[in-house]
Nanobody, 122 residues
Framework: QVQLVESGGGLVQPGGSLRLSCAAS????????MRWYRQGSGKQRELVAE???????TYGDFVKGRFTISRDNAKNTVYLQMNSLKPEDTAVYYC????????????????WGQGTQVTVSS
């Protein structure tokens, strides 16, 4: 059984910073990409950032250099450093990973975390 567990959300003032973490656990054979998505109230879920197995990164246009995604392959953990936060960054942030498990190493599936709330407000 694979689990993705996010942490690090909370309340922060505009201009502040937060660091989100997402740890994947279970019988993992290999992780392909790891992503962060977010979903604001009444909005569609959108891709925030992605990091692939080689360390290449992609960001949503709205990030504009404020966020940095990184990954610790030894710990099966992905991070999202968020700086210069704005009220419009308020959302539930979800971790997503495409991975294969030990029992079926040839099949890659997507898994999701439960989400962590980020609120940017004064």
């Amino acid at each position: 059984q694979v689990q993705l567990v996010e942490s690090g959300g909370g309340l922060v003032q505009p201009g502040g910073s937060l660091r989100l973490s997402c740890a994947a656990s279970g019988s993992i054979y290999r992780i392909n990409y790891m992503r962060w998505y977010r979903q604001g109230s009444g909005k569609q879920r959108e891709l925030v950032a992605e990091i692939d197995s080689g360390g290449s990164t992609t960001y949503g246009d709205f990030v504009k250099g404020r966020f940095t995604i990184s990954r610790d392959n030894a710990k099966n953990t992905v991070y999202l450093q968020m700086n210069s936060l704005k009220p419009e960054d308020t959302a539930v942030y979800y971790c997503n990973a495409k991975l294969a498990t030990m029992d079926r190493p040839w099949i890659f599936r997507e898994y999701w975390g439960q989400g962590t709330q980020v609120t940017v407000s004064s």
